[in-house]
């Protein structure tokens, strides 16, 4: 009914009209990108039947856009770092190829937060990030760019990285879908930074998109012949599926209490399973969880089993130059002169804090292979956990860093190694999204992914924010 080159304008319009307010699309690759939607166009008028192209090309004309941390040639590679700001990536990254191959269309890069480890996409780079829905609220991080760019109708399908919740507290906060593969199976390979040592087992490349359908194709792509761990062919009766529910953490110390209206949301999706499917929904309490942030802390900069240490930040903040001190950063940026973000330099000086209590790490990261055992057991072969998102909504700017460990929520699932699909369940009363965590048993990708479809139908997914 259209062809791509008026779809691919579409979009590049749609973003030239709200990329000025809510600045999450950094740099641009229009004019490359009408000139593959011409490319398809021509493939369209003259190539073999339609089957033929589907099988060949499954994405084929479809707008996307890929987070700035992930190489696209001739796109910049930052990753929100100053002294990166020259670095123009000169090959694609694994899943940005196999994207490009499938047909896909990427139409620019995203913003995303310092070195990708805050859970607020702003830098000395590009700026900050605004929400859709509220621009004096947060996009989360560090995938904050893709959450913004899709809630505001400006792609169809996001490229995000998550390690502590990198996709998944960007889906919440801007109400669209996002899923966190089981670790291992989509290459993360082509990304700055990547993961090193024990960190490669938490490190999780994944789908973004409005639609939760069309987060199953997109991964098949992004996985390419790992795709086969994950059960995406396996049909599934969700009458069957074991679900399971905890409302929160258990209360910890250095999380928020989870809000009310998130918690009245998730005991609607409950209620509904139950009346719907017939289910009946578990609740459990999971003790260790309360243990969320220092279990994954601990997991962080352990060593991996060839007793190689974990990368540090301020090493990575140098990117190879001179070494960065987040004293005298620190000192630097209260007088307005350092290229670094508060969160940044934060996370430089408490990371030294961690490797104080050597004897009490060893304990976190042991209770954190005990808590894997005891998820699996009860998740097993057909068991979904329905989880919060977040304690909170999306919250305005510059508040995170009252709050820094309320990712926990979702960086726990990171060093488990589970999938997740984050899915959202409508507006709540400021107009901000809601949603809910899906987790499943490694490698049950296809439980999670169901379920995600299924609400999407009774909860009405994705809610334009010009409805607002």
């Known amino acids: 009914q259209v062809t791509c080159i008026e779809v691919v304008e579409a979009y590049v319009?749609?973003?030239?009209?709200?990329?000025?307010?809510?600045n999450a699309v950094v740099k641009d690759r229009f004019e490359e990108a009408l000139q593959e939607a011409r490319q398809v166009d021509k493939l369209l008028s003259e190539g073999p039947g339609d089957d033929c192209l589907e099988e060949k090309f499954p994405l084929?004309?479809?707008?996307?856009?890929?987070?700035?941390?992930?190489?696209?040639?001739g796109m910049p590679n930052t990753s929100g770092l100053v002294n990166r700001r020259n670095v123009i990536a000169t090959s694609d990254a694994t899943v940005v190829s196999r994207l490009k191959q499938a047909g896909a269309i990427p139409l620019g890069v995203t913003n995303c937060s310092e070195l990708c480890m805050?859970?607020?996409?702003s830098n000395r780079v590009y700026g900050r990030t605004n929400n859709p829905y509220d621009l004096q609220?947060?996009?989360?991080?560090?995938?904050?760019?893709?959450?913004?760019?899709?809630?505001?109708?400006?792609?169809?399908?996001?490229?995000?990285?998550?390690?502590?919740?990198?996709?998944r507290m960007p889906a919440f906060f801007n109400g669209v879908f996002g899923h966190k593969p089981t670790t291992g199976v989509v290459p993360n390979d082509g990304q700055f930074p990547n993961a090193h040592g024990v960190r490669t087992s938490y490190l999780c490349t994944?789908?973004?998109?409005?639609?939760?359908?069309?987060?199953?194709?997109?991964?098949?792509?992004?996985?390419?012949?790992?795709?086969?761990?994950?059960?995406?062919?396996?049909?599934?009766?969700l009458e069957k599926i074991k679900f399971h529910c905890m409302d929160h953490d258990g209360g910890s110390v250095f999380v928020s209490p989870v809000d009310k209206e998130i918690?009245?949301?998730?005991k609607k999706v409950v209620e509904h399973?139950?009346?719907?499917?017939?289910?009946?929904?578990?609740?459990?309490?999971?003790?260790?969880?309360?243990?969320?942030?220092?279990?994954?802390?601990?997991?962080?900069?352990s060593k991996d089993s060839e007793g190689q240490e974990a990368q540090r930040f301020t090493d990575l903040l140098g990117d190879h130059g001179k070494p960065v001190w987040p004293l005298w950063e620190l000192m630097k940026w209260l007088v307005g002169m350092s290229s670094h973000t508060l969160p940044a330099i934060a996370l430089g000086l408490t990371e030294k804090l961690v490797n104080l209590n050597l004897s009490g790490k060893a304990k976190l990261v042991s209770m954190g292979k005990s808590l894997q055992e005891e998820m699996e057991a009860l998740l097993g072969p057909d068991g979904v956990l329905l989880y919060p998102s977040h304690p909170t909504i999306a919250p305005k700017h510059h508040s995170p860093i009252c709050m820094?460990?309320?990712?926990?929520?979702?960086?726990?699932?990171?060093?488990?190694?589970?999938?997740?699909?984050?899915?959202?369940?409508?507006?709540?009363?400021?107009?901000?999204?809601?949603?809910?965590?899906?987790?499943?048993?490694?490698?049950?990708?296809?439980?999670?992914?169901?379920?995600?479809?299924?609400?999407?139908?009774a909860f009405g997914g994705w809610v334009s924010p010009g409805k607002v």
């Open 263 to 266: 918690l009245q949301a998730q």
């Open 60 to 73: 084929l004309g479809v707008p996307i856009t890929v987070k700035e941390a992930f190489s696209l040639y």
């Open 404 to 457: 820094p460990f309320n990712f926990a929520y979702t960086a726990i699932f990171n060093v488990l190694g589970l999938p997740v699909t984050q899915c959202p369940l409508g507006l709540g009363s400021e107009g901000l999204p809601l949603g809910i965590q899906l987790v499943a048993a490694a490698y049950n990708d296809h439980l999670t992914l169901a379920v995600a479809r299924y609400l999407e139908k």
């Open 273 to 301: 399973l139950e009346s719907d499917l017939g289910v009946r929904v578990q609740r459990v309490a999971i003790h260790k969880m309360k243990y969320s942030f220092q279990i994954w802390s601990a997991m962080m900069s």
């Open 118 to 121: 805050w859970y607020e996409s």
């Open 13 to 22: 319009e749609r973003i030239k009209e709200v990329n000025p307010l809510i």
């Open 137 to 167: 609220r947060i996009v989360g991080g560090s995938s904050g760019g893709e959450g913004s760019v899709l809630a505001a109708a400006c792609s169809v399908v996001g490229v995000g990285s998550d390690i502590g919740g990198s996709i």
């Open 206 to 237: 994944g789908p973004m998109c409005r639609y939760a359908e069309d987060l199953e194709p997109v991964l098949r792509v992004m996985a390419g012949p790992g795709v086969s761990k994950l059960k995406l062919n396996e049909k599934v009766s």
